[in-house]
């Protein structure tokens, strides 16, 4: 038993003949490592009302009473957080197994078949992973209003626009293509930490538009990463889960967004499933293959005659063509290019132009496959419909103006009808030149 020196002749007593008469009864703390220590927890939790001199010790891990107080070390925050969810109050014990309590961030379409994979894993009464999800989104100035918030309001799921994020109890928090850096003070309150599921196969493609920048750079290999969260930056948590698939030829964003979007689903349920047993299965990100997807602005839609490979424009077009139609300067005015083909027969343009000079941006119309065919870097590209004005085929395009054209002008002036790159200055466009983009949600 502890004993404090007495003030007569250096005798000491026993803590319980020290305390007064009204002093609650002492507390045995039941905590494992406090052991022979305990008369010391009640101590330090009397001292602020008792003010007796207690010599230091090595701090103990937190009993539920005595050592309420005690702040665990930073590495050692799993298992318990403090608040009761994200609100203030006492601390929330973590759950062993599933059903876990689960808090999700998300906006976008890819966003949504990992919240949709989430409400089905809570209805599932027989194997139940989820016992409760409640969803966080940013505000948004669509009318139809983001995918994840519609999703949650149809499945009767509570919804908080960022930065609100409730103040329910969780155990683990998920994040798929939210866009928001989190605090470590809202990391922490998490015992289980928060998952991201993301659609490249990290380290390759961190930040916010990995599937766009896996199209546009004509990647072979992909994947979906589900990792830690970790403040302050994007992206380079630990692994907890890693799967690589082939990238589909000829595919586009959105399509790739699709295939990557039900991988990641399924493989957050496994992850969840075995929660614990993951976790500590977890690995760093390799320092080697970083490459970074930022964000999409509206310049990258400009074609560049000069510099890009028909190659090259198509893969723009499938990877920003569905959000942002690729665009042009003719006779100095903006036209938008929508539907590019691959011209197999270059010959074709060759044979009309009958040998004369051909600069970047020539167009000619192929009457046969009711193409324009736009000479690029190395090569020539179909295009089969425009929006000019109005939306024209490329027939209409040619019968309305490019026809008139060279009714009215030489073969020798073919020069001055042709496309030229666009130039989008932030001074021209200010706000409405650069989209933030989260895979495939774009907010102006």
Not at 254 to 268: A, D
Request: aromatic share 6%.
């Amino acid at each position: 038993m502890l004993r404090v020196r007495g003030a007569t002749r250096g005798r000491t007593l026993p803590l319980s003949q020290r305390l007064p008469p009204e002093a609650p009864p002492l507390h045995q703390c039941t905590h494992a490592e406090c052991g022979p220590r305990a008369d010391v927890c009640v101590m330090r939790a009397l001292l602020p009302t008792w003010r007796l001199h207690v010599p230091a010790r090595a701090p103990a891990p937190a009993c539920s009473l005595c050592c309420a107080s005690r702040r665990r070390p930073a590495h050692q925050w799993r298992g318990r957080a403090s608040g009761p969810g994200l609100g203030d109050g006492p601390p929330v014990r973590a759950r062993e197994r599933p059903p876990w309590r689960v808090l999700f961030f998300g906006t976008d379409d890819f966003a949504r078949e990992a919240l949709r994979a989430l409400s089905v894993a809570r209805e599932n009464k027989g194997d139940q992973i989820v016992e409760n999800l409640e969803v966080v989104t940013v505000p948004s100035l669509s009318p139809k209003g983001l995918p994840v918030k519609s999703y949650a309001l149809q499945a009767q799921l509570p919804v908080y626009e960022w930065p609100d994020v409730g103040s329910g109890e969780f155990d683990v928090g998920v994040v798929a293509s939210f866009g928001r850096l989190l605090s470590e003070e809202l990391i922490l309150k998490f015992p289980y930490g928060i998952l991201n599921v993301h659609p490249s196969y990290l380290p390759r493609w961190r930040g916010p538009a990995p599937v766009v920048h896996t199209v546009l750079h004509g990647d072979t290999v992909t994947g979906v990463t589900i990792m830690q969260i970790k403040p302050k930056r994007f992206d380079v948590g630990p692994i907890i889960k890693q799967e690589a698939i082939p990238v589909p030829p000829q595919c586009t964003a959105k399509e790739l967004e699709t295939v990557l979007s039900r991988l990641g689903s399924n493989m957050l349920i496994s992850v969840l499933r075995n929660l614990p047993e993951s976790l500590k299965n977890e690995r760093q990100q390799p320092a080697e293959g970083v490459t970074y997807a930022p964000k999409i602005s509206v310049a990258l839609s400009c074609v560049k005659w000069e510099e890009q490979t028909p190659e090259e424009i198509l893969r723009l077009q499938r990877a920003i063509g569905s959000m942002i139609p690729l665009q042009t300067l003719w006779m100095g005015s903006t036209i938008k290019l929508l539907d590019l083909v691959e011209v197999n027969s270059p010959g074709l343009a060759d044979q009309k132009l009958m040998g004369q000079s051909v600069l970047p941006g020539t167009i000619i119309y192929h009457k046969q496959s009711q193409t324009l065919l736009a000479c690029c870097k190395g090569g020539w590209i179909g295009i089969r419909s425009v929006i000019f004005k109005k939306k024209l085929t490329a027939a209409d395009f040619y019968n309305g103006y490019l026809h008139l054209w060279f009714q009215q002008n030489s073969q020798a002036q073919l020069k001055e009808c042709r496309f030229q790159t666009l130039n989008l200055t932030k001074k021209k466009h200010g706000k409405d030149s650069k989209l933030l983009l989260c895979n495939s949600a774009l907010s102006i």
